[in-house]
T-cell receptor, first 111, second 113 residues
Framework: DAKTTQPNSMESNEEEPVHLPCNHSTISGTDYIHWYRQLPSQGPEYVIHGLTSNVNNRMASLAIAEDRKSSTLILHRATLRDAAVYYCILRARGSNYQLIWGAGTKLIIKP | GEEVAQTPKHLVRGEGQKAKLYCAPIKGHSYVFWYQQVLKNEFKFLISFQNENVFDETGMPKERFSAKCLPNSPCSLEIQATKLEDSAVYFC???????????FGQGTRLTVV
């Protein structure tokens, strides 16, 4: 299974953009890149996913490198409610559709 | 319902006792997934269902763990003869279509003493 590497933790100031990196150098051509986040004492929450092109939704943007070996989740204007553990996950297309979780990045937002 | 409902929120069992966890997926979602979160950040896939059929059970410790999704009933995950190492938060998730956004419940915290 392809794996992802993320920093253990990151800090950011409130109301500033946050760029959360993820390395996935062993990604295959059919792996989707998913991002979920887990707020304290809650279940994971879907953020965004993509395959090759950059993606935007109301929560965030996903920038995928041209070689697809890395990606960046962008929160355009972080709030205190965005403090969570962010997981970058690869999901193999045509597979059993289970998510293979890494250790995630703990995002700390400073007021 | 519009959210995945897991019950109970907390469950305490003595070692060797049985534990049963329940999950009501979002109405209209065909896929149900069970994950185990042992340490703070580590998630382990257990099993998935497509409607009432097992889709993938590669993560299940088959000796003591079993799961079902029957029509018109919540899905269930049962652990026979619990061990200390089964202490974890168990999350259920559902999705409408295979491979799309999964919606997670709030989890059941199982403590084996």
């Amino acid at each position: 299974d392809a794996k992802t590497t993320q920093p253990n933790s990151m800090e950011s100031n409130e109301e500033e953009p946050v760029h959360l990196p993820c390395n996935h150098s062993t990604i295959s051509g059919t792996d989707y890149i998913h991002w979920y986040r887990q707020l304290p004492s809650q279940g994971p929450e879907y953020v965004i996913h993509g395959l090759t092109s950059n993606v935007n939704n109301r929560m965030a943007s996903l920038a995928i490198a041209e070689d697809r070996k890395s990606s960046t989740l962008i929160l355009h204007r972080a709030t205190l409610r965005d403090a969570a553990v962010y997981y970058c996950i690869l999901r193999a297309r045509g597979s059993n559709y289970q998510l293979i979780w890494g250790a995630g990045t703990k995002l700390i937002i400073k007021p | 319902g519009e959210e995945v409902a897991q019950t109970p929120k907390h469950l305490v069992r003595g070692e060797g006792q049985k534990a049963k966890l329940y999950c009501a997926p979002i109405k209209g979602h065909s896929y149900v997934f069970w994950y185990q979160q042992v340490l703070k950040n580590e998630f382990k896939f257990l099993i998935s269902f497509q409607n009432e059929n097992v889709f993938d059970e590669t993560g299940m410790p088959k000796e003591r763990f079993s799961a079902k999704c029957l029509p018109n009933s919540p899905c269930s995950l049962e652990i026979q003869a619990t061990k200390l190492e089964d202490s974890a938060v168990y999350f259920c998730a559902s999705s409408r279509v295979r491979g799309t956004e999964a919606f997670f419940g709030q989890g059941t915290r199982l403590t084996v003493v």
